[in-house]
C-alpha cells in the first residue's frame, strides 16, 4: 500500500453548490478529469469547465426521476477497486472500468426537508440513496480513495495536493473516511427518526443519535475528562446557535449551566415582562420579574447572592446598558440574551473573561424534543418535560383557597420548580424566588434549605425577618409526609403548590388546613434528576 495515492479522476454530485465552482477550477487546473451528474455538471459547465457526464461512463441514462444514476458498477468499480490487486486491476480493464481518485458527494437536504414541515411523500423523495452508497464505498477504499462530505473540505483537500504535487496522504485519506461514515451515520439517523415520528413510534427497536461537531472543549466536568460540544441540527435557539460576542471558550460545565439557564427564563414570555434567571451548578439560585431588567436581575440576585457569584444569568429581553452595568458588580461567568444594545455589548468589553451570548430568540418551551441520558451499558431516552400547567388546572384541596396574588406566586414557583434538581422546594414572593432548595434526599431537607437561605440573605440585606413571611411554596413532587409542609408554614409560607398523589395526602391536607395554608394539587410533578 503506497502512502501517496496521486488524484487523476473525480466525481461530483452535490446537493449544496457552495464552493463547486472553485474547487471544480483548481482540480481542472491540476489536470483532473471530472465526471459528475445532473445540476452539478450544469454547474460546473456554466463555469466554462470540462465534465463528463456520469451517464456517458456508465451506459445508462438518468432514469426514474433521478433515482437511478451512479447505482452502477463503472462508477462502484471505480470507488472500490484496490489499486495494487492484480484481480481488481484486470477486472478494471475487461469491463472498461476507470479508477475514480476523488469523490466529492453532500447528500440531498433531507434534514432541511423535515425541518421545513415538509409532508410524508416529499421527505421520502428527500432520501439519498446514491449518493450514501457512493459515500460508503469511496470511504471503504480510503486507501486509495479521497472521499469529500462537507465543503469545509474543500480548502484542506487542495491544500492537501497542492502540498504533495497532486497526491493525498494515508492518514489524510482516512480522516476524510471518518468525517464521512459520521455523516452517512447521522444522515440514516435522522431518516429514522423522522419515520418513528411520523409513525408515532415512541420506542423504536434502534434508535441513534447524531451530532456535528461545534466546538472543542478543554476538558470535561474535570481536567482529566477529555469533551466536545456537539449541535443536533434542529435550529433550537440557546447555547448551540448563540453568538458569542466576547470572552474565552466556553467550557462543559459553561455550556451546560448556560443551557440550564436559558431553558428556563424561555418559560417567561417577554411580552409579560422582564424577567431573569441566575443560575449556578444547572440549578436556579434566583429568579425573578421585575419592572425592568434591571430590577428582575436585583430582585434575583438577592435570593442568593452568595450562589450568584461566578454565575450563569438568562434574560428574557434584549440586554440594555443599565442591566449590564448591575451585572458588572459580581463576577459571572456567561449572560446569555436574545439580542444586546451596542452600549451593553460595550460594558461588558471591559470585563474581558465574561462571556455574552444572544441567541436572536428564546427557546419555545412547548417544542416537543427527547432527552438522552447515558447508564453503564446503554442510555435512556425520553420526552423533554414540556408539562405545563395554568389557572384552570390547579385543584384547591384546602378549606382556604388562595388569594389572586398567591395564585400568581403559586404559578411562577411551579414554572420554576420544573427546572431545579428533584427534591425542589422553592419559595417565591411577589414574583421573585426568595428561597431554593435543591438536590436534597429528603425533600423536608430541602424545604429548610431553602428556609435557612432565606434568613441568610435577610441579614446580608438587613431586613427585619425572611422574605419568606408572606411566600408561597412549590413542591417539584408531592409531600410524602406532613413535616416539610409544616416546615414551610414555620418559615412563614402562606400558600402551597404540589402534584398530590401521596397515600398521605389527607394528613398533609389536614395539617395545612390546621396551619391556614392554602393549598393546590396540580396533579403534574416535574422530578429532574
Request: aromatic share 6%; proline share 4%; net charge negative.
Amino acid at each position: 500500500m503506497t502512502d501517496l495515492c496521486p488524484v487523476r479522476r473525480a466525481l461530483l454530485s452535490v446537493s449544496d453548490k457552495t464552493g463547486l465552482v472553485e474547487l471544480g477550477q483548481a482540480l481542472a487546473a491540476r489536470g483532473v478529469e471530472l465526471l459528475s451528474t445532473g445540476g452539478t455538471a450544469r454547474s460546473l459547465r456554466d463555469a466554462g469547465l470540462t465534465v463528463r457526464d456520469v451517464a456517458d461512463v456508465t451506459g445508462f441514462p438518468e432514469m426514474l426521476d433521478g433515482r437511478v444514476n451512479t447505482l452502477h458498477p463503472a462508477v462502484h468499480g471505480g470507488l472500490l477497486a484496490l489499486r495494487d490487486d492484480p484481480a481488481h486491476r484486470a477486472a478494471m480493464e475487461t469491463h472498461g472500468i476507470g479508477a475514480i481518485d476523488l469523490l466529492v458527494v453532500n447528500l440531498y437536504p433531507f434534514e432541511a426537508t423535515v425541518a421545513a414541515g415538509a409532508d410524508y411523500a416529499t421527505c421520502v423523495e428527500n432520501i439519498d440513496i446514491g449518493g450514501p452508497a457512493m459515500i460508503r464505498a469511496a470511504a471503504k477504499n480510503h486507501a486509495f480513495v479521497n472521499v469529500v462530505v462537507d465543503t469545509e473540505d474543500y480548502a484542506p483537500l487542495l491544500a492537501e495536493l497542492a502540498a504533495h504535487d497532486g497526491a493525498t496522504r494515508m492518514a489524510f485519506r482516512q480522516g476524510l473516511a471518518l468525517t464521512a461514515y459520521g455523516r452517512t451515520a447521522a444522515y440514516d439517523a435522522a431518516v429514522s427518526q423522522w419515520m418513528a415520528d411520523a409513525l408515532d413510534c415512541a420506542a423504536p427497536r434502534r434508535r441513534t443519535v447524531a451530532g456535528h461537531l461545534a466546538q472543542e472543549l478543554r476538558y470535561g466536568e474535570n481536567p482529566h475528562q477529555a469533551a466536545a460540544f456537539y449541535t443536533d441540527g434542529s435550529g433550537r435557539p440557546g447555547v448551540a446557535t448563540a453568538r458569542q460576542h466576547q470572552g474565552k471558550a466556553l467550557s462543559y460545565n459553561n455550556i451546560n449551566d448556560t443551557d440550564a439557564a436559558f431553558e428556563l427564563i424561555s418559560e417567561f414570555d417577554p411580552a409579560d415582562g422582564p424577567a431573569c434567571v441566575i443560575v449556578k451548578h444547572a440549578n436556579p439560585c434566583g429568579v425573578a420579574r421585575g419592572a425592568t431588567l434591571a430590577e428582575a436581575y436585583a430582585r434575583a440576585f438577592d435570593c442568593d447572592r452568595t450562589s450568584a457569584f461566578g454565575g450563569i444569568i438568562a434574560l428574557n429581553q434584549r440586554l440594555d446598558a443599565d442591566t449590564a452595568r448591575e451585572i458588572t458588580g459580581i463576577f459571572t461567568e456567561v449572560v446569555i440574551a436574545p439580542d444586546a444594545d451596542p452600549e451593553a455589548v460595550q460594558v461588558f468589553a471591559a470585563k474581558k473573561n465574561l462571556r455574552l451570548l444572544t441567541t436572536g430568540a428564546l427557546a419555545d418551551p412547548a417544542q416537543p424534543a427527547r432527552a438522552f441520558r447515558q447508564v453503564s451499558g446503554g442510555f435512556l431516552a425520553q420526552d423533554k418535560d414540556i408539562g405545563r400547567i395554568g389557572l384552570d388546572d390547579l385543584r384547591v384541596v384546602t378549606r382556604r383557597a388562595p388569594t389572586d396574588a398567591e395564585v400568581a406566586d403559586l404559578l411562577f414557583a411551579w414554572r420554576v420548580a420544573k427546572y431545579v434538581k428533584s427534591n425542589a422546594i422553592i419559595y417565591v414572593r411577589d414574583g421573585a424566588t426568595v428561597g431554593v432548595g435543591a438536590g436534597q434526599m429528603s425533600r423536608v431537607d430541602s424545604t429548610r434549605i431553602a428556609a435557612r437561605k432565606a434568613q441568610d440573605m435577610a441579614e446580608v440585606l438587613g431586613l427585619p425577618e425572611p422574605l419568606t413571611r408572606g411566600s408561597v411554596v412549590a413542591s417539584d413532587a408531592f409531600f410524602p409526609f406532613a413535616d416539610g409542609l409544616i416546615t414551610a408554614a414555620e418559615a412563614g409560607a402562606t400558600a402551597l403548590i404540589q402534584p398530590g398523589g401521596s397515600m398521605r395526602d389527607a394528613e398533609v391536607i389536614a395539617a395545612a388546613d390546621a396551619a391556614g395554608l392554602a393549598m393546590v394539587f396540580t396533579d403534574m410533578r416535574h422530578f429532574r434528576h
